[in-house]
């Protein structure tokens, strides 16, 4: 066989194999011609081997023992009465049964290989899924795009006031350093970020209840472009802080609830391979818009001060705008119309954003399983808020969520994001070199999230906090302490190099991860309420940041203030060692498992890796003994009377 015949999949290798030695006349060369074209499958050509056959059914015999699937114990046979029985139930399109081919498929999708009754079409689909993760189609690439456009939004928010800082402050009577004026200043910073904690993230869940995913995320782009204009243009002297507050305020309207819909709605939308990368979208863009924000500042500097300001905190709309445009094109998630009850939507959406039906059917019957699995879609908020602390897998799901939020604004970062023109201020730079100086902060921040996309998905969520934060704090003291250095160049280039570091490290560990978790740890009956938590703590400590940071560093000095971020960073590496467990490929709804283990077990479990892990990773011994994983992803089968009651799926086969 040529070697160009290695790099296909296996199953179009045995096709042609099997195709001459049917024919009696094939040779080496018209088999190699065939790679040239998609091979062609009768529908009763035989697929496997005899040694294959063999494997295929020891896989049957044994299927009730493969993890993460709540379908492994059930039989082929029964999951396509079962796939048969849905799409009976809910009206949906079943041409050639593929209902019932696609819960066999959901069934053990890693063995399509050997699933003989899959079209050579289909299985090449299943293939690309898993070894060409991005052959997706272009609705799914529109709600990536969309979704970085609406992170911009909010990275541009955050270092285009970061230049305006430089201005506003003496123009509208707070530039005197005193304790009123730096409290004054942070207040007008930090006010979308209390208006996010106190209120606008509160608002997320009945948002997404009775809007959908991205007709919120539409609502919300067009209050943050509202009121990024109407804050760049109020009055100026004392009474010009109040308007810029009051507009700032509501800027918040459109940054909560967006927030905590954003990465739902794209780890509802994309494949388990992808959910990490995609997720991390919004950290990435966020982390876009704040270069951006850096760039503007940079353009409009050079206008007289009267309006350079004001240009600067209206560039923010741009983005917001953007998604204005964007969004309406974009499907709904379908997970979200499963909870409504509109299955033949879900099912259009679906098709939208998988390459092919086959995947399409199988990813809506799994889903639509594992939320009868839940059986808690129809209670009410207040219930669903309860049990987000009184049932365990939630509880322990809403601590993780909690560890990155507050780690992600305690890391430092959004100190630096607000006030890196000011901090360069301190340490000499000039103005205009203070802001140069923070564009190249926005570009390392940016650029050096890339290697993310690479790694999230490969090493893992909690691998990269616990190899990212203990660096983050020894580069904080190094820029607080270069603060201590004699000479004003030395002293420039530590600090510079120490933000610039600091800043790469993050953008591929605590900036990517927290939103990526926050879209992935809940259930689906809590999920949208257990973001907009998430949100209300990250934007509630992010507004004590903005609030305390002027302060803090005139009663602290440089040196002070980054020491005790710093140390923060060396406890969230204790936080998320022994809190966190790794959520990498799974599905969102196999993370069940994961949550359910108690916390005092999970706790024990880490203290007697301490020394394993000592050995493994420090001193880089590779024969040391381990205990089993604590997780091993196993469920049992779904307890739901529609898949017990088999009459039911007679009665479907005999109308069928």
């Known amino acids: 066989m040529s070697t160009d015949s290695l790099d296909k999949p296996a199953f179009q290798q045995r096709s042609r194999a099997n195709s001459a030695l049917g024919s009696g006349t094939g040779s080496d060369s018209e088999a190699v011609r065939s790679d040239d074209r998609a091979p062609h499958f009768s529908s009763g050509a035989v697929f496997v081997s005899k040694d294959e056959a063999s494997d295929a059914s020891l896989t049957e015999k044994t299927a009730e023992h493969v993890p993460d699937n709540v379908l492994a114990e059930y039989s082929e046979d029964q999951v396509m009465q079962m796939g048969r029985a849905f799409a009976h139930k809910y009206n949906l399109p079943n041409e050639g049964d593929i209902f019932a081919r696609a819960a066999a498929l959901a069934r053990r999708p890693e063995h399509y290989d050997h699933m003989t009754f899959l079209s050579e079409e289909e299985r090449l689909a299943c293939y690309d899924e898993i070894h060409h993760p991005w052959r997706v189609p272009k609705k799914l690439i529109a709600i990536i795009c969309a979704s970085a456009m609406g992170a911009a939004v909010q990275g541009m928010d955050e270092t285009v006031i970061n230049g305006a800082n430089l201005i506003y402050p003496k123009k509208l009577g707070l530039g005197s350093k005193s304790v009123k004026d730096d409290f004054l200043e942070g207040l007008v910073n930090g006010a979308p970020y209390l208006c996010c904690a106190g209120f606008s993230c509160w608002l997320t869940d009945p948002l997404n209840n009775w809007l959908g995913r991205k007709k919120v995320i539409f609502v919300t782009c067009a209050i943050s472009a509202i009121t990024c204009f109407l804050q760049a243009f109020g009055p100026t002297g004392v009474p010009g802080w ?54 503007f500042s940079l353009i409009f500097y050079r206008v007289r001060d009267s309006l350079s300001w004001r240009l600067m905190l209206a560039s923010a709309l741009i983005p917001a705008v953007l998604v204005l445009f964007q969004i309406p094109f974009c499907p709904e998630s379908p997970r979200w119309l499963m909870g409504k009850g509109r299955y033949l939507d879900a099912y259009e959406s679906t098709c939208a954003i998988r390459s092919h039906r086959i995947l399409a059917c199988r990813d809506l019957f799994y889903q639509h399983v594992l939320l009868m699995e839940e059986e808690s879609l129809d209670k009410p908020y207040l219930t669903r808020l309860r049990e987000v602390f009184s049932v365990r897998r939630n509880r322990n799901a809403m601590l993780v969520a909690f560890i990155c939020a507050f780690m992600q604004q305690f890391c430092a970062i959004n100190v630096i994001a607000y006030y890196s023109s000011a901090i360069f201020l301190e340490s000499g730079f000039t103005e205009i070199s203070a802001l140069a100086a923070s564009l190249g902060f926005g570009l390392v921040n940016f650029f050096f999230a890339i290697p993310a996309f690479f790694m999230i998905d490969r090493f893992g969520r909690r691998f990269l906090l616990l190899n990212t934060f203990p660096w983050m704090g020894v580069f904080l003291l190094l820029t607080g302490f270069a603060f201590w250095i004699p000479g004003h160049k030395a002293q420039l280039g530590v600090v510079s190099m120490g933000i610039y570091i600091f800043s790469a490290i993050y953008s591929f560990g605590c900036g990517v991860v927290p939103f990526v978790v926050a879209g992935e740890v809940f259930p689906l009956y809590v999920r949208a309420i257990g973001a907009s938590l998430f949100t209300i703590i990250l934007w509630g400590f992010n507004f004590i940041l903005s609030l305390t940071w002027p302060r803090m560093l005139h009663a602290l000095k440089p040196q002070g203030a980054f020491g005790f971020y710093a140390a923060w960073n060396f406890i969230g590496w ?32 880490q203290f007697r890796q301490l020394w394993p892990d000592f050995q493994t990773y420090v001193l880089r011994r590779r024969d040391v003994l381990r205990e089993p994983p604590l997780d091993r992803h196993h469920r049992l089968a779904i307890k739901n009377a529609e898949w017990d009651d088999k009459a039911v799926v007679e009665q479907v086969e005999d109308v069928n």
Not at 251 to 275: D, M, N, Q
Not at 576 to 590: D, G, I, S
């Open 574 to 605: 204790f936080l998320v060692y022994f809190l966190m467990p790794e959520t990498k490929q799974l599905t969102l709804e196999e993370l069940d498992e994961v949550f359910d283990v108690p916390l005092r077990e999970r706790v024990a479990y």
């Open 242 to 295: 109040h308007y810029l507050f009051s507009f700032r305020f509501l800027l918040g309207l459109g940054i909560g609830p967006k927030s905590a819909t954003v990465s739902v709605y794209l780890a509802e939308c994309s494949t388990k391979k992808l959910r990490g990368i995609v997720c991390m979208n919004w950290q990435t863009f966020t982390a876009f818009g704040i270069m951006w924000g850096y760039v």
